[in-house]
Each structure stands twice: as C-alpha cells, then as structure tokens.
C-alpha cells in the first residue's frame, strides 16, 4: 500500500507547496511518488518543479488524465495540478464550493496515475471540508505534514485541532521563514550578533510542545528559493523524509 501525506495549512502563503515539493523530490530517492497539486485556487507547483507552461494529456478516452512525469533522484515524479489542466498565469479561477470539490474528486479518481509508492498531496489552505474530500477519495491518510510561520502560533493549533477532529496522525510540523539567509548564511544582527528574525517567534514551537507534535525543522527565509525551489541539504525536509519512511515501516509491520 503506498504511503499517503498531506502537507497543511489553515493559512494561505506559509509555504506549503515548498515543502510538497521537496517532499516529492526526495522521496523519489525511495520510489515512485505521486505529487498531487490540490490548491485548486492557487497552484504554484508546476513553477516550483520548473514546469511552468507544462500541460496535462488526456489517455485516448479524453476522460482521463496523464500525469507530468519530470526526473526525480531515482524514480520519476509524477504530477498533477490545475495549473498544468488550464491556463492560469495571471488569472483567477471562480468556482463554486461543489465545483471546487468535484475538481478536486477529478484530479484524484480521473488521473492515470499507476502503482505508487508515495502520494505527497499539497492541500487548499483553510478549514473547509475539501480535506474529508481528499482524504476519503485516497482512502485515508498516514499522516499530516503541517507547516506554519513562527508569528502566527494560531494557525498551528488550528491544524492540530482539525486533524484530531478528524483523527488524522500529524507526522510534525515545519516552520517557514524562520529567520534568514543568504549565500548559504546566516542573517544576523551586526549590533548584538543574534539571528534576524522577519517574522518573530511568539510561540509557533511552544504550541507544537503542549499537544506533542515534534518540530521537524525551520526553513529560513532565502532569496535564492525564487529561482531553485528543490533543496535537499534542508534539515527539516530530511527530517520529515526519515518520519514518512518510518510511517512506511510501521505500516508494512
């Protein structure tokens, strides 16, 4: 049975299709993976794995979709996203709730997608139910891979509320824009030498320890990411790697 994660936010813009991506593009290293763009709204995958201009094939049916096949490490990745089904760039996408979620059931059921090892799915932000959608149309979920900011603890412990609601495992939880670098630095203060910090911490890891969800790791903010979104020397996505993997095990037990 392949492993399936959902990667989460309750909030737009934490960075959650950042870490779909290297997710994907790592567990490539350990199988076939299937990265599966779900924010519908907004789906910046394709540009985030160089495949911007990239358009889906429909098989001989014209009922079902072909998945993007881009390199991985050792297998292929395999990709679908409303960016690659319509031309988005600079556009808005108007749908209705029941239309969002019958694209949504679209994407995953009419998709040609094969044997998969490792589904890695990049959910809409927010609280609607399109994640009881998602997560009943993939039979499931081993786990959540939640990603929040270090201002806004909130959004965080809104996450782990749902997904006990809904008795999702949370693998861990990553946070984004935690301080900054540059050429592979370390931003600090050249007054007291502490680490910049654009978006202060005011207790983002504090939340994470009072329900018992294990920080996996900090990404900081870095102006190289607009260009190369693939960096596997990240501690925090090689520490959601070993939990996915080890999530893998224990199923296989």
Request: proline letters at 5%.
């Amino acid at each position: 049975m392949p492993v399936k994660v959902i990667v989460i936010s309750v909030k737009g813009g934490t960075g959650k299709s950042f870490v779909s991506v290297n997710l994907a593009h790592g567990l490539t290293e350990y199988g076939k993976v299937a990265c599966l763009d779900l924010d519908i709204d907004s789906p910046h995958i394709p540009s985030f794995l160089g495949a911007r201009g990239y358009k889906i094939d429909l098989c001989e049916d014209g009922m079902t979709f072909v998945p993007a096949r881009l390199p991985g490490i050792k297998h292929d990745l395999l990709v679908n996203s409303m960016g690659m089904i319509m031309d988005m760039e600079g556009k808005g996408f108007l749908q209705s709730g029941r239309q969002h979620r019958q694209i949504i059931k679209d994407m995953i059921n009419r998709t040609k997608w094969g044997k998969i090892d490792y589904w890695v799915v990049d959910c809409p932000a927010g609280s609607s139910d399109a994640l009881d959608v998602i997560t009943n149309l993939l039979g499931g979920s081993d786990g959540a891979i939640i990603v929040g900011i270090p201002n806004l603890p909130e959004s965080v412990e809104r996450c782990i509320d749902i997904c006990s609601f809904r008795m999702i495992k949370v693998i861990g939880c990553i946070i984004n824009f935690y301080g900054a670098e540059h050429c592979g630095e370390r931003i600090v203060c050249s007054k007291c030498g502490k680490p910049f910090m654009p978006f202060k911490d005011i207790g983002t890891i504090e939340v994470c320890k009072k329900y018992g969800v294990e920080v996996l790791g900090t990404i900081p903010m870095n102006p190289d990411y607009s260009d190369t979104h693939i960096d596997m020397n990240l501690d925090a996505i090689k520490n959601a790697i070993k939990k996915i993997r080890e999530v893998e095990t224990l199923g296989k037990r």
